[in-house]
């Protein structure tokens, strides 16, 4: 993959004397950029010490605003929360890797990579045996799954009854389907 820039760059030092050092850097993690996204329009980078003045010395806050098709992303890295922006580098290293975060969701969102989470299988209990903490679900689908007494969570497995209605994640056991947590529906 090509990491040439082609699209316009603002790199702007507020009240900082200009680094051609850090310059080099932002313009490095600019191209890398385009690995994630590559239909970005324009990027604007401003690297500044920070307004509040701290015994230590100034904190530096680097903000990545970047316009792509249909709209825009802004990272951005509050120097107030992380001691470590005494140096620029740290500050401009974390607002890329925030933007990175951002173009990579944006880029699959675009790819229609949303993620859906499916609803856990829901069922109802067919089958208790209190004495030896066995029981046994009929899922929606008509599968028996078993589950124990541990695998009920946030409820009293010597309180359930049978017709209950749970919702559970399955693994598959030695003995077949298997709940390996059990939730009461309204409990």
């Given at each position: 993959?090509?990491?040439?820039?082609?699209?316009?760059?603002?790199?702007e030092?507020?009240?900082?004397?200009?680094?051609e050092?850090l310059d080099?850097?932002?313009?490095?993690?600019?191209?890398?950029l385009?690995?994630y996204?590559?239909?970005i329009?324009?990027?604007r980078?401003?690297?500044?010490?920070?307004?509040n003045?701290?015994?230590?010395g100034?904190?530096?806050?680097?903000?990545?605003?970047?316009?792509?098709?249909?709209?825009?992303l802004?990272?951005s890295r509050d120097?107030d929360?992380?001691?470590?922006?005494e140096?620029?580098?740290?500050?401009v290293?974390d607002?890329?890797?925030?933007?990175?975060?951002?173009l990579?969701?944006?880029?699959?969102?675009?790819?229609g990579?949303?993620?859906?989470h499916?609803?856990?299988p829901?069922g109802?209990?067919?089958?208790?045996q209190?004495?030896?903490g066995f029981?046994?679900?009929?899922?929606?689908?008509?599968?028996?799954?078993n589950?124990?007494?541990?695998?009920?969570?946030?409820?009293?497995?010597?309180?359930?009854?049978?017709g209950?209605?749970?919702?559970?994640a399955?693994?598959?056991?030695e003995?077949?389907?298997?709940?390996?947590?059990?939730?009461?529906?309204?409990?």
């Amino acid at each position: 993959m090509n990491d040439e820039i082609t699209f316009p760059l603002e790199i702007e030092f507020r009240h900082l004397d200009h680094s051609e050092v850090l310059d080099n850097k932002i313009r490095e993690n600019v191209a890398k950029l385009t690995r994630y996204y590559d239909r970005i329009m324009s990027c604007r980078v401003v690297v500044e010490p920070s307004q509040n003045r701290h015994n230590k010395g100034n904190l530096y806050h680097a903000l990545i605003d970047i316009t792509v098709p249909t709209g825009e992303l802004v990272a951005s890295r509050d120097p107030d929360k992380n001691h470590a922006h005494e140096d620029p580098y740290v500050a401009v290293r974390d607002a890329f890797k925030a933007m990175q975060r951002q173009l990579q969701s944006f880029a699959a969102k675009q790819r229609g990579e949303v993620k859906h989470h499916e609803p856990p299988p829901q069922g109802r209990i067919i089958e208790l045996q209190p004495a030896t903490g066995f029981g046994v679900i009929l899922a929606a689908d008509g599968r028996e799954v078993n589950f124990t007494r541990n695998s009920v969570v946030d409820y009293d497995f010597d309180k359930l009854e049978g017709g209950e209605i749970v919702r559970f994640a399955e693994v598959q056991g030695e003995d077949g389907p298997t709940a390996s947590t059990v939730h009461v529906e309204g409990k």
